[in-house]
């Protein structure tokens, strides 16, 4: 079964500081991967994907990402947070010529002053 | 840019109810999906279409159907509501071509009383 884990439910960071979320992936495949960001009572935001190519992606709001085949992980980070990047985080894979996505179950991420 | 439009943001039914929820893409997009959005579980897929009058169960399609009977629109329909389906259901569309990401509708934050 295919499946993507986002083991932290929040992460706080203090504003400045860089910030890491977190995903881990389980599929028989080669995956597409994706962050997504949601905005309180919105839909969701496309962030950033990887697809081949460069292990380190970059997306939209200074937001990047890191493919780690090894570890089956897909870490978005950021060198330095703003408050405007508290919302809530998900992750999603979709499987090469197979049009579904799998979702985390979203980490909401709190950036403080 | 893709919108997706899903016509209510909030929605009070009461239980027993048949209710219909609308999304409309402008973008001729074959491939249209309804996920719902609980706290701690993420996006569940309940129902997918890849075509007019096509339709594939998703995850959780039980207590729920759907209709495409126009390329641009895809209804989803909760033929008797219960309180197990007050949700956040968010409507979303992709090109096809496997690279390509999800456009989310804004969500329609559903209470059956």
């Known amino acids: 079964a295919q499946s993507v884990a986002q083991p932290e439910d929040q992460v706080n960071v203090a504003e400045g500081n860089p910030l890491t979320v977190k995903c881990t992936y389980s599929v028989s495949g080669n995956p597409y991967l994706f962050w997504y960001v949601q905005y309180p009572n919105r839909g969701l935001q496309f962030l950033l994907k990887y697809i081949t190519g460069d292990n380190l992606v970059k997306g939209s709001y200074g937001f990047e990402a890191e493919f780690n085949k090894s570890q089956t992980s897909f870490h978005l980070k950021k060198p330095s947070a703003l408050v405007s990047d508290s919302a809530l985080y998900f992750c999603?894979?979709?499987?090469?010529?197979?049009?579904?996505?799998?979702f985390g179950s979203g980490t909401k991420l709190n950036v403080k002053p | 840019d893709v919108k997706v439009t899903q016509s209510s943001r909030y929605l009070v039914k009461r239980t027993g109810e048949k209710v219909f929820l609308e999304c409309v893409q402008d973008?001729?997009?074959?491939?249209m999906f309804w996920y719902r959005q609980d706290p701690g579980l993420g996006l569940r897929l309940i129902y997918f279409?890849?075509?007019?009058?096509?339709?594939e169960k998703g995850d959780i399609p039980e207590g729920y159907s759907v209709s495409r009977e126009k390329k641009e629109r895809f209804s989803l329909i909760l033929e008797s509501a219960s309180t197990n389906q007050t949700s956040m259901y968010l409507c979303a569309t992709n090109a096809g071509t496997d690279t390509h990401g999800y456009t989310f509708g804004s969500g329609t934050r559903l209470t059956v009383v």
């Open positions: 279409s890849y075509d007019v009058k096509m339709k």
């Open positions: 973008m001729d997009h074959e491939n």
């Open positions: 999603a894979v979709r499987l090469y010529n197979f049009n579904k996505f799998y």
